[in-house]
């Protein structure tokens, strides 16, 4: 995965825009309070294509049938691992846990009800998921599920309300690698009182790769919706039958990650667009919001601005029908993160990570918005999330992990 076709055709956005405009979309993504005084100014970087698509109903078959949960358990204790990066920064990078293989995502939520608070959920390669606990000063990790496929990204979310916890849905192959071909597969794991529970939602023709939970249909009840590279967008609806697709909208390029926006989802795709689809009465609408040379590999979203993170190497942030890069890697990113981390006095930072093997946060200074390197790692990243773990309790920490299979916890001074 992870085409270079679009890199030559990537936009050099740094010798295009002028550096003013840069920062004030920087100052626009952090300061939600200028955000209003600068897009009433003139209009900043480029205007972008709208394209409407009528919604088209879904019509691949459900797959939804129960599949066994392997629930093969091995817990590991570890001793914890502070390691500095850059001591005059003050960042520490904790070592929850060394998997051994690939990883493709990390995700943070309660989703082990048996231990208080959050745990990090992480997907390997060879189709195990992870769930990894910090208690009494140690790092345990176990493997709640085997899935016969590769697990790409993962979203956690309370789609099971009348069990206890927090549900985990995974998107990847159905049988194989993402190099394979074949179909893809989205499985919901839970846990109830006798351990891991594991159900097929959904196959695909091709492999899924990206997920997010809930907001997303304007009907009652609870969804979940998928992307991937049969290019098309599925909600996925919890009926009285179980869950079923039930609505689609193509895309124009395979759905590499979504993020829930302004009451619906915004996909970002390997054709360079940023695809945003909602649910009306009458189906789905969508609409391109943003649009690049290089392929789109992550999104994140603070409730108005998008931030994306693009195969060139670019942190984009996309607002008011405006965008503009505030970071650029020298190789492909993987991680798009806004949340509010410690020592920043409550404002949500953006933060990266990539193939280059560095976390990176932009640090508000004096002179306008610096990258920071955070931690870095001996092997390409693959994902960058954050959220509040049990290791502290003043703030989220960043969570990363990649191809030498560690998952790196980033902790602010
Ligand atoms: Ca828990």
Redesign the pocket.
Known sequence: MGSSRNECEAKVLSEQQPTFRVRRLLLAALMPCLALSLAAGPALGQVNETTEASASAASASAGAAEVEAVAEVEVVAEDPVDQEVDPAAGWSVHVAAELGEKLGCVAVG??????????IVALGASGSVYVI?FHDGVWTHERAVQLPGEMIQCAVGDLLPEVA?LEIAVVGMAQGGESDGGEGAAHLISRDGSGWRVEELYRSPALLHAVVIGGLDPRPGLDILVAGFAEEAVALVRGTEGWEPQDAVRLPGAGKAAVTYKGGAAIACTDGSVVKVRGTSAGWVSNVVDRDGAGRARIACDGERLLVAGDDGALVIVAGGTSGWVYKSNDKLRGAVISPLDGFNGFPSLATAGYDGQVVVMRYTRNGMQPLVVATDSDRLHHLTAGQLPLRADGNALVTCGYSGRVLVVTAP
Request: charged share 25%; proline share 17%.
């Open positions: 309660d989703v082990d009800p048996t231990w208080p608070g959050n745990e606990s916890g």
